[in-house]
């Protein structure tokens, strides 16, 4: 079965540029959750969705970062501008609404703002 | 509010050592507890979980057994291989909504 897929895998753009990262979620799986890793800030949850419904996007970091789930299999996040402090690897899962189902991790997406 | 506590890295071991890796969480009501591994370059894979008291999660030789007494979470290996090196995660779900709190990760670094 496929797994969570990410895209790009890597990115490296100039600070100001517009960034879209891509997400396709297990099928059949109803949460997706994004998250940010870096050094200083260990692993962050950026936002999630239940049902294509975003239930808390406490954790984006600004204005400037934006996520869209328009179906079950295809999520979007955003940054508009990207700054080089945004630098970091970011993950995508996917996961069923049941309590005590794991979450599936993709490979993420190494993003580099110069 | 709900939290998951692990030890702090690196641990550095030789090859065949015994490993622990203390893990320890706060949470209203039973939570499902999770351990995950993040090999370099990669991204978080499901290594054992445990949904209620008592229970033993078990995979690739690793063990962790839930106590809800002590609420810890602890993972265990009798001998651990180069192979193993690796940033460990110890995660907890969130009222039964499929969020997970995650530890801060643990390093472990094995030698041969």
């Given at each position: 079965d496929a797994g969570v897929i990410q895209s790009p895998r890597h990115e490296v753009t100039e600070m100001g540029q517009e960034v879209t990262l891509r997400c396709k979620p297990i099928s059949g799986h109803n949460s997706l959750f994004w998250y940010r890793q870096t050094m200083m800030r260990g692993l962050e949850l950026l936002?999630?969705?239940?049902?294509?419904?975003?239930?808390?996007?406490?954790?984006?970091?600004?204005?400037?970062?934006?996520?869209?789930?328009?179906?079950?299999?295809?999520?979007?996040?955003?940054i508009q501008?990207?700054?080089?402090?945004?630098?970091?690897?970011?993950?995508?899962?996917?996961?069923?609404v049941a309590g005590n189902q794991p979450q599936h991790f993709g490979d993420g997406t190494r993003l580099s703002i110069l | 509010g709900d939290s998951v506590t692990q030890m702090e890295g690196p641990v550095t071991l030789s090859e065949e050592a015994f490993l622990t890796i203390n893990c320890t969480y706060t949470a209203t009501g039973y939570p499902s507890l999770f351990w995950y591994v993040q090999y370099p370059g990669e991204g978080l894979q499901l290594l054992l979980k445990?949904?209620?008291?008592?229970?033993?999660?078990?995979?690739?030789?690793?063990?962790a057994t839930y106590r809800k007494e002590t609420t810890s979470f602890h993972l265990e290996k009798g001998s651990v291989q180069v192979s193993d090196s690796a940033v460990y995660f110890c995660a907890s779900n969130y009222?039964?909504?499929?969020?997970?709190?995650?530890?801060?990760?643990t390093e472990l670094s094995v030698k041969p």
């Amino acid at each position: 079965d496929a797994g969570v897929i990410q895209s790009p895998r890597h990115e490296v753009t100039e600070m100001g540029q517009e960034v879209t990262l891509r997400c396709k979620p297990i099928s059949g799986h109803n949460s997706l959750f994004w998250y940010r890793q870096t050094m200083m800030r260990g692993l962050e949850l950026l936002i999630y969705f239940n049902n294509n419904v975003p239930i808390d996007d406490s954790g984006m970091p600004e204005d400037r970062f934006s996520a869209k789930m328009p179906n079950a299999s295809f999520s979007t996040l955003k940054i508009q501008p990207s700054e080089p402090r945004d630098s970091a690897v970011y993950f995508c899962a996917s996961s069923l609404v049941a309590g005590n189902q794991p979450q599936h991790f993709g490979d993420g997406t190494r993003l580099s703002i110069l | 509010g709900d939290s998951v506590t692990q030890m702090e890295g690196p641990v550095t071991l030789s090859e065949e050592a015994f490993l622990t890796i203390n893990c320890t969480y706060t949470a209203t009501g039973y939570p499902s507890l999770f351990w995950y591994v993040q090999y370099p370059g990669e991204g978080l894979q499901l290594l054992l979980k445990a949904t209620k008291a008592d229970d033993k999660g078990s995979n690739k030789g690793f063990e962790a057994t839930y106590r809800k007494e002590t609420t810890s979470f602890h993972l265990e290996k009798g001998s651990v291989q180069v192979s193993d090196s690796a940033v460990y995660f110890c995660a907890s779900n969130y009222n039964q909504g499929g969020k997970l709190i995650f530890g801060q990760g643990t390093e472990l670094s094995v030698k041969p």
